[in-house]
């Protein structure tokens, strides 16, 4: 708005001023000899010495104002007497002997003509209070309606960019069923028809994914169940243990894939139902670390709250298995709090080992990603974990948030809203 309303008195400025000069430049060439020559007309007609009467005819009959100055006295065709040395005279010449002018007083423009001892005022009554009335507003309307119109016409042209860029950035955020709705014909409308046409290329690729990942993770746990029932049949030595060991290792990973995969489609489902996240939690301590230590910091009183109980037990599981792995020995043991405020349930779960670097937090939730690349045993899993735990949280319409620093250890933050 403000760049039209710039443009508009930019616009009018310059337009007037070419008109003004325009003017001024016909006005000298062809409008003001007639003007002089109608002068000389009216003075003739009037005559010498002027003749009242006869003015007051003209001024009658012509609808202007005459006024007569000369050694008798100053007389005017209305009630307005104006002052020769009141006059600010813009422009001055001479023609045939007499002296011309126009001037302005008091708001009034005069055609003036000095000939000896007489001079002779003409003026077109209340012309400046028309051009100050409501008629002198009627372009500037009419200019600031057009102005109007051409900018709801180019907002409505160009409205389909912000639906363009909410959609992007829906699309961005993980939404990749949306699509925009646009039904233009104009380049716009191509615009949004090829993103639509982009993300369904993307989700059909997605999709194709997940089933080939969820195919393969299904199709290897026959194979592993097998080698598993030969791998017990082995006399007991330390490479059984071992076997059975990475085969475990192999099927942790499978089942945390089926289960992101689930967590990530269109098709998941959580088996919601009201839990007491007090007895939830201290169960799956009890299940899963019971000579681990692990300090707990628990309401007093039952806090009620609609959850997938297999998946929360799931994310508090690799909260704590990862809080475990990254405690040093003679650390504090690992900490988990339960919070309650007024729309939401925050667990925190708390570590003393090493911390991590700023720079690997934004990315410690994405799939596979570790810290260590060297992706040995001792220094984590296959970085999903924390993966996991963010699709469940999401899935509960909840948030996952990382806080760490190198020497201080890490806090890993979940916070669930009241209501779904």
């Known amino acids: 708005m403000m760049l039209f309303i710039v443009m ?3 616009f009018v400025i310059l337009l007037s001023n070419a008109i003004r000069h325009a003017f001024q430049g016909h006005f000298r060439q062809h409008i003001r000899p007639h003007i002089t ?5 009216v003075t003739t007609d009037i005559g010498t010495p002027p003749d009242r009467n006869r003015a007051q005819q003209l001024a009658d009959r012509l609808n202007i104002e005459i006024q007569i100055i000369d050694r008798e006295n100053h007389w ?4 307005r007497l104006t002052a020769l040395e009141d006059l600010e005279v813009e422009r001055e010449f001479i023609v045939n002997g007499k002296r011309f002018s126009y001037a302005e007083y ?3 423009h005069y055609l003036t003509v000095h000939d000896g001892d007489t001079s002779l005022l003409l003026n077109v009554p209340n012309l400046r209070d028309q051009r100050r009335g409501f008629r002198g507003w009627i372009p500037i309307l009419i200019l600031l309606l057009l102005l109007l119109i051409l900018y709801y016409a180019t907002r409505r042209l160009f409205a389909p960019l912000e639906i363009i860029k909410q959609g992007v950035h829906t699309f961005g955020s993980g939404d990749v069923d949306h699509r925009i709705m646009i039904k233009r014909r104009d380049e716009l409308g191509e615009l949004a028809n090829s993103f639509n046409s982009m993300a369904e290329d993307i989700k059909q690729m997605l999709d194709a994914k997940n089933q080939l990942l969820l195919a393969i ?3 290897l746990r026959s194979p592993l169940t097998r080698a598993r029932l030969a791998a017990e ?4 030595d330390d490479k059984k243990a071992q076997i059975i060991q990475d085969i475990k290792l192999m099927e942790a990973l499978i089942n945390d894939l089926i289960e992101s995969e689930r967590l990530t489609s269109r098709h998941r489902g959580l088996q919601l139902s009201p839990h007491n996240m007090v007895i939830l939690l201290a169960g799956t301590i009890a299940d899963y670390f019971n000579q681990a230590g692990i300090r707990a910091h628990v309401p007093s009183t039952e806090v009620k709250l609609d959850v997938d109980a297999a998946r929360i037990q799931l994310l508090v599981k690799n909260l704590l298995d990862n809080a475990l792995r990254h405690s040093p020995k003679g650390s504090p043991a690992p900490e988990i709090q339960l919070e309650t405020y007024e729309h939401s349930v925050v667990i925190t779960v708390v570590d003393h080992g090493e911390g991590v670097d700023p720079k690997h937090l934004p990315y410690l939730a994405e799939p596979f990603y570790r810290v260590d690349r060297a992706r040995q045993r001792d220094t984590g899993g296959y970085g999903l974990g924390l993966y996991l735990c963010k ?3 999401e899935a509960h319409h909840g948030q996952l948030a990382i806080e760490s620093r190198i020497g201080k250890g890490t806090r890993v933050i979940v916070k669930l809203p009241t209501c779904l």
């Not at 020559?37 to 007309?41: D, H, I, N, P, V």
Request: no cysteine; proline share 0%.
């Open 8 to 10: 508009a008195i930019v």
């Open 37 to 41: 020559q109608y002068l000389e007309y």
């Open 76 to 79: 005017s065709s209305s009630d």
């Open 106 to 108: 008091g708001g009034h």
């Open 217 to 219: 993770s299904h199709e």
């Open 233 to 236: 049949m082995l006399h007991e």
């Open 391 to 393: 699709m469940i949280a």
